[in-house]
């Protein structure tokens, strides 16, 4: 047996979280709290991280401008907004760009990177110490060592990696997610499976990364008639939730394959959601696996009960509804812009640039 596994985030989950647990802001003097535009406001997530910070006399600044998708820029800026304010940790509020956003500006608020070498894979390993608030049940940033930048000059997305990046402590509480859209809690939820199914598709793999992949998926398969028809009790967002947080892990040691590094070209092209993106292309991609390990996609598909890949399209098609449209040469320039990513090469079985127009094609025409 060979494993190396190392994931150093502490993970609290209750109700009341924060409140529950303020002692654990005490890990700096001031805070930079990263967040979206408006749902850490609406939600009360930022009311409670600001409640335990008063509680411990903790001084904060808030940086409140990730958008969706965070850009280079955005993480630039916030970074000098830290080293202004002279935070000495990072508070994140919100989904996987916040949280990624977050990430990017506590490593470039105490290394100087340039904006040329940022995804240069040459970062070092030094960063802000983090805490990290969920509030969307899919990307389980919150356990990573990634943050995923849109990188303009490659027209895609791209991930910065560091051990550095992994946040101290990780506080889940579903309450944040009781008005989150239909919408993003289907396409979160989706991502949050294409992480633990890409877990046990990638090279990575391991015998741990798998125990954990296949419990996530359990869980996830049992929420999908909720998924389909949009309706989900307070256990349903504490089960998606804990789901993603677990998907998280996996891929923090497995990282993401092919189905990430294709989705990318649908998000940055045609705007479409993250996790919609990975579930428009799951399907067809456990389909070509399925060829060269037909043992790893039966077992994937043992845990949400389905003997077929069709099978499990066919669950998805009715949680995600129609496909975009696309055309054929959309399609040619994506398969040339996966065929240079990474996470290609990170599947158990890697598609060359034929195969990835042919996956592409299948799922998307
Ligand atoms: P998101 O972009 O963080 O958020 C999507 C939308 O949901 C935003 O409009 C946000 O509003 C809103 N929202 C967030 N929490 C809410 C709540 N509790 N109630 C109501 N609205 C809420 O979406 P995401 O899918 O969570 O994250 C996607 C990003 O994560 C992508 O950039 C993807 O590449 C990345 N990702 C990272 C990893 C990793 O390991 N680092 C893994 C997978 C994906 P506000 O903007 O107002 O907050
Ligand atoms: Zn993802």
């Not at 805490?131 to 995923?148: C, L, N, Q, R």
């Not at 015998?207 to 909720?226: K, P, Q, T």
């Amino acid at each position: 047996m060979k494993l190396d596994f190392h994931m150093p985030t502490k993970v609290i989950a209750e109700k009341e979280c924060v409140r529950n647990n303020a002692d654990v802001f005490k890990i700096g003097k001031k805070a930079l709290i990263v967040t979206g535009k408006r749902s850490a406001k609406n939600n009360g997530s930022l009311d409670d991280v600001i409640w335990a910070l008063d509680k411990n006399n903790i001084e904060y600044a808030v940086f409140d401008k990730v958008m969706s998708n965070p850009t280079v820029e955005c993480v630039y800026e916030g970074a000098e907004m830290a080293m202004e304010e002279e935070a000495d940790f990072v508070i994140a509020i919100g989904g996987g760009s916040p949280m990624d956003a977050a990430k990017a500006i506590a490593l470039l608020a105490v290394s100087d990177i340039d904006r040329k070498d940022l995804f240069s894979g040459n970062i070092g390993n030094k960063a802000l110490p983090m805490i990290h608030i969920p509030t969307t049940a899919g990307t389980g940033s919150e356990v990573t060592p990634y943050s995923i930048l849109t990188n303009h000059e490659k027209q895609t997305k791209t991930s910065i990696a560091a051990p550095c990046l992994f946040p101290a402590y990780a506080l889940l509480d579903a309450k944040y997610m009781k008005k989150l859209s239909l919408k993003t809690t289907v396409n979160t939820a989706i991502d949050s499976l294409s992480h633990s199914v890409e877990g046990m598709m990638s090279a990575r793999a391991n015998i741990m990364a798998d125990i954990i992949a296949r419990e996530a998926i359990r869980l996830l398969a049992s929420e999908f008639d909720n998924l389909a028809r949009g309706e989900f009790t307070d256990e349903d967002r504490e089960k998606l939730l804990y789901a993603s947080m677990l998907g998280g892990v996996v891929i923090s040691q497995t990282k993401t394959t092919a189905v990430h590094a294709m989705g990318y070209s649908l998000t940055y092209f045609k705007g479409i959601d993250h996790g919609r993106a990975n579930g428009l292309l799951l399907g067809e991609f456990m389909e070509y696996t399925e060829k060269f390990a037909p043992e790893k996609i039966h077992d994937i598909l043992d845990c949400m009960g389905m003997k077929t890949v069709d099978e499990f399209k066919a669950e998805l098609h009715k949680i995600l509804g129609e496909t975009e449209n696309f055309v054929l040469a959309e399609l040619e320039m994506y398969a040339d812009i996966a065929n240079m990513a990474g996470g290609v090469k990170n599947s158990i079985h890697c598609p060359d640039r034929s195969e990835i127009l042919e996956i592409y094609k299948n799922s998307l025409l």
